[in-house]
Each structure stands twice: as C-alpha cells, then as structure tokens.
C-alpha cells in the first residue's frame, strides 16, 4: 500500500535539498546518474526523509507510480518492488551506465540502499495479474505484466527514436526535446542535460525540458482570452502567421515553475521587450516561440558534446504536433526538419510496444517501431529566416543569464 500522496513534479518542496545536493555532490551525480540535481527523485527522497521522518521510515520502498500501479496488479511485496533503468537518471543515488544503485551516492546523503527498489529491463515480466486484482480489475488472472518504461521514453520509443541521430520534440504539459544517441554522455559543460537509458539496448538520450511549457499557451488563453471562447488558438495563430520577423517581438521565459534543466527552482517567467504597439498575438507568439529557443539551448549542448553526433530529424509528438506555426518556429531555431507521426498515441503506444517486446511479439524495437510507426508531414523553415532565429537564440540566452543573475538576489519562489 502506498505510505505518501503522490508527490508531483510541480511540488517544488524540496528545493532546500535541491541545493543541499548541488553544493555537495552535483558533479559526483551528474557523472554517476547522468542528471545534475533537480526538482527530481534524490531532492524529493531527501525532503521525505528530513521534513517527514516518521512516514520516511514506514517506506520498504521509493517507487513510481507505474511500478505501484504494477506491484498492486502482481501482488508484490515491498522487497520485490522495481523501478526501469530509463528512471534511474531522476534518481540523484544511481551509476546508470551500469544499471545499478550507487554506493558512494547514497552514503553521502545517508540514504538507506534498502529502501530503493530492484532495478530491471523495461521488458522484464515482474509477475502476472493476481487472482484479487483480477477481480477487482476485470483483467484476467495470469497475465504477464512487463515492467514497463517512464512515460516521456515511452514517448520517444512511439515516434521512432530507435537510432541514433533521431530527435524527439514531446510537445505535451512538459516540453520535452531529447537526441538519441549511442554513448552514455554527461553534460558537464552546459549542465542543461540529462542522459537516460533508452529501453532500446545500448542507445541513450541526451534531452531536458521545460516543467509545464505545454501549459503556458494554455495559461494565457484562460487568464488573459477574455470571455469564454473569445480567443482560440487557431485564430490567434492565424493572425501571427502573417507576421513579418522582427527583433521587436518580445521574449518571453517559459519557467514558470522554476527552471528544471540546470536547476533554477528561483527562476520563474517573464515576457521581456514589450512595447505599447505589442498586443495579445506577440505575447502568444512569444510563448510558442520560447519554446523553441530553449529547444535550441538544448541542440546546441548535445552538439557541443558529441561534434560527430548528425541530427537527421526531430519527430514530433504530444498535443502541441498540431501546430503548424509552432513546428515552423521550432525547424527555424534548430534548423532541422520536424516530422509529425501519423496517428501518434504517445506513450500509451510506446508501452503497448514495449510489452509486445516482452511478450516475444516482437523480436526487438527497431522492428515493431518499423512495423508500427508512419511518419507524416514534414515541415521545413526556410533556410532565409535562419538568421533571424539564431539571433533571437542569441537574445533568448543573454535574457535567461540575466534573469537567473536577478533571481538569485531576488528570489521569487520565496
């Protein structure tokens, strides 16, 4: 059963053991774990056991919620709890590159290596479905339960991101933009990203993400559209379309919950540049466009690591694929064309995958995902407004510098 409420990725918490981490381990962790520190699962397993000790030592186990959802269909135990090696990233406390838990991480933070759950293979079968959960489900008993994925790989794995040089924009409540690739790569030198595993064997992720950038369109339009349906989308993105480029167009921060990638939990959003002719169409372009910028903060960090890495595309998915304005923005700063999938069920699709692998349907994920996914629609930016794109990246750059100078001394998470 579970000892705590869900604990959401918006809770920013734990931002004191954020810091506590960073300043005594963050390039220790970054090298073992592949993620420097963030509003993530070391912060927050430190948070339960100092802020909550009581409830920290009633907890056999640190779990995600597919693995709870998981461990109730099959009836584990505590001691039989698991988590897939495409988390362990998140974790603060892992060597992923081995796929194991760290020693040396956990003994500095004093975190008990017995409350973390057994590591595994995203197409391990951890059990099969109880007779009570068959019961109280509808599923029938005996079914194989595979141990399943995070649900931002389960994302990439559904568009195709099963060789190396494959983009993947998952464009849904996080912005999320990762490149696949075949080394296990720390940033050290921009600190923006991450590396996880892939479920594909010896393929990983470079990627980072904006907490909620998907929610901000959406933000706008309610707090700002006036009466009920007055402002849509597709009219306000219509309106921007016939836009000529302009440096006079306002930029806009997109952290509105803190910065995750480095970690800024100070940080927060800013429309910055804003003049008396700008109205509701440059704000909103401004946050699509945001969007964009930070996906080539990340493109430029993966390049800088790996000069032989060859981008090829960037496959889109998520709610925000429909958006014909905002693939042109996002193809304009990364210069690279992005591929919509047709028919893309996002993660609920990369899981059905990775339970055909687990079951034998499949002889391994480059040959479901060439079975099972059809690219669509290409969209290009034209090559003549590259230069107007690079210079707002550079702006975009200059601007989230100077707002992390400024929050540092005027916290507004406080």
């Known amino acids: 059963m579970a000892v705590t409420p869900y604990d959401s ?3 920013s918490r734990c931002a004191p053991y954020l810091e506590r981490m960073r300043s005594e381990a963050n390039d220790l962790i970054l090298e073992k774990a592949g993620t420097a520190p963030s509003i993530n699962h070391g912060p927050k397993k430190l948070w339960w056991k100092h802020e909550h000790p009581e409830t920290f030592s ?5 779990v995600q919620p597919g693995g709870y959802a998981a461990a109730r269909l099959c009836g584990l135990r505590g ?12 974790s603060g406390f892992s060597d992923t590159a081995h796929g194991r838990w760290d020693s040396e991480l956990c003994a500095l933070f004093d975190m008990p290596m017995e409350k973390l759950p057994n590591i595994v293979e995203s197409t391990a079968i951890v059990g099969t479905v109880s007779k009570e959960a068959s019961k109280a489900c509808g599923l029938r008993e005996g079914i194989p339960v595979a141990a399943g994925c995070g649900d931002t790989v389960a994302s990439f794995l559904s568009s195709g991101a099963v060789e190396e ?3 993947v924009d998952v464009a849904g409540t996080a912005s999320v933009f990762a490149c696949t690739q075949k080394r296990f790569v720390p940033d050290h030198t921009s600190g923006i990203l991450g590396c996880c595993a892939s479920v594909v064997p010896n393929l990983w992720y470079s990627y980072a993400y904006i907490n909620g950038g998907g929610m901000n369109p959406e933000w706008f339009v309610k707090k700002f559209g ?21 440096q006079t167009f306002p930029l806009f921060v997109p952290h509105m919950a803190g910065r995750v990638m480095p970690g800024r939990p100070d940080l927060r959003g800013a429309f910055v540049g804003m003049n008396w002719d700008h109205g509701k169409p440059e704000l909103f372009r401004a946050i699509l466009e945001s969007v964009a910028l930070e996906y080539g903060l990340y493109k430029d ?3 800088a690591l790996q000069p032989d890495l060859r981008i090829k595309e960037v ?8 958006s014909l304005l905002w693939n042109t923005m996002k193809s304009g700063v990364l210069q690279t064309p992005v591929v919509r999938i047709k028919q893309n069920q996002g993660a609920p699709m990369g899981i059905a995958m990775v339970a055909a692998v687990a079951v034998g349907l499949y002889g391994g994920f480059p040959e479901i995902a060439s079975d099972w996914i059809t690219t669509g629609e290409k969209i290009t930016c034209e090559p003549s407004r590259y230069p107007f794109f690079a210079k707002r990246l550079e702006a975009y750059r200059g601007l ?15």
Do not use: N, Q
Request: hydrophobic share 35%; glycine share 8%.
């Open 9 to 11: 990725w918006l809770d």
């Open 58 to 62: 009633k907890i056999s186990r640190f």
């Open 79 to 90: 001691d039989e709890s698991f988590i897939d090696r495409t988390y362990l990233h998140f």
């Open 165 to 167: 040089g494959m983009c």
């Open 226 to 246: 006036g009466a009920e349906g007055s402002l849509r989308f597709k009219d306000i993105e219509a309106e921007i379309s016939t836009m000529e480029d302009s």
């Open 301 to 303: 960090a993966a390049t």
């Open 315 to 322: 496959r889109v998915t998520g709610g925000g694929e429909r």
């Open 400 to 414: 989230l510098d100077s707002m992390e100078h400024f929050t540092t001394r005027f916290p507004f998470s406080v």
